[in-house]
């Protein structure tokens, strides 16, 4: 099966290690993976603060960059969610609503690609510890993922997964709401690792990393004992077991 590879800013700029573990996973499950090194941004941050007609612009490159005969998979349930959802506002009834259609039915959070396209859940990884789960906004409610990234990290040996008891509050990132808001942000990133090192979590795992950016850069700042880790770098680890 051929897979087409969305990379998105945060992991293209920050942490490229998560995109060669999302090819790693993939080609794990038999996906010849393409990569368009012409690619760019989805749209969101330009969508998200209003600006319409810039979100538009971008979002049709992404249209044209992306075919809508392969999957589509990004290791980001925040950009797939906008291009699954918000790309409705932006493209239907124009001269790429079709393809626009064919692409949000194709395109998938690496998670969901997994456990629900390709029926893999165990890949062999290790990661010794203690891990809570961080259910991101984008993934929980614009992508209606929540089983997925947890049947996963079930399988992952060594790792005891603990779930924590406000699962589904935001971390405080939100894009530019933890620019305009930094001390709201703030107070709700220390909110989700509190609960977490009351758990003795030595991780916090996401399918996003705009909020694990967000978390660590707390966790950071206080010198606290625990670290955040993308879901597609755990599975892409300590392989030895298949």
Known sequence: ???ELFVPCFIDQLFPDTA???IKLLEKVGCQVIYNPAQTCCGQPAFNAGFWDDAKAVGS?????FSDQHFIVSPSASCTGMVKNYYNDLFTNTAVHNKCR???????ELSDFLVNVMEQDYFGAELEGKAVY???CAALRECKIKAEPRKLLEKVHGLEL???PDSSTCCGFGGTFAVKFDAISTAMAQQKVDQAMALDADYIISTDASCLLHLQSYIDK??????TVHLADVLAGGWGNI
């Open 162 to 164: 603990m779930e924590l």
């Open 134 to 136: 961080h259910d991101s």
């Open 61 to 65: 490159k992404f249209l044209e960059d």
């Open 222 to 227: 206080q010198n606290l004992p625990i670290k």
């Open 102 to 108: 064919s692409i949000q039915s194709h395109i998938h």
């Open 1 to 3: 099966m051929k897979v």
């Open 20 to 22: 060669f573990s999302t």
